[in-house]
């Protein structure tokens, strides 16, 4: 199996940066698209910004010159780098993979979630 595990968030004032970290494990499984959603109180969970193993990144537009994704395709792992936060960034953001698993034959393909990682912008 494949897990993911968000780190990073937490409380910060408008105007300030905050960086995300999610980190794969398991054994025998590859990561494809990568990607942050986030979540506020009452309302669906929405996408952030995604990532392909090539680096072409994609944002929604509230987000956009603000954040940026990134990842190391050798370590699993992907960041967030979120400036000039705002108070309606407030939400819990999770790190999403989707990934195969090499253990079955054929590899079975999965879509994986954090556990979700609280991030509170106060103004």
């Known amino acids: 199996q494949v897990q993911l595990v968000e780190s990073g968030g937490g409380l910060v004032q408008a105007g300030g940066s905050l960086r995300l970290s999610c980190a794969a494990s398991?054994?025998?499984?590859?990561?494809?698209?990568m990607g942050w959603y986030r979540q506020a109180p009452g309302k669906q969970r929405e996408l952030v910004a995604t990532i392909t193993t090539s680096g072409i990144t994609n944002y929604t537009d509230s987000v956009k010159g603000r954040f940026t994704i990134s990842r190391d395709n050798a370590k699993n792992t992907m960041s967030l780098q979120m400036n000039s936060l705002k108070p309606e960034d407030t939400a819990v953001y999770y790190c999403?993979?989707?990934?195969?698993?090499?253990?079955?034959?054929?590899?079975?393909?999965?879509?994986?979630w954090g556990q979700g990682t609280l991030v509170t912008v106060s103004s």
């Open positions: 398991g054994s025998f499984f590859v990561i494809n698209a």
């Open positions: 999403n993979a989707d990934a195969v698993a090499l253990t079955t034959l054929p590899p079975r393909t999965l879509e994986v």
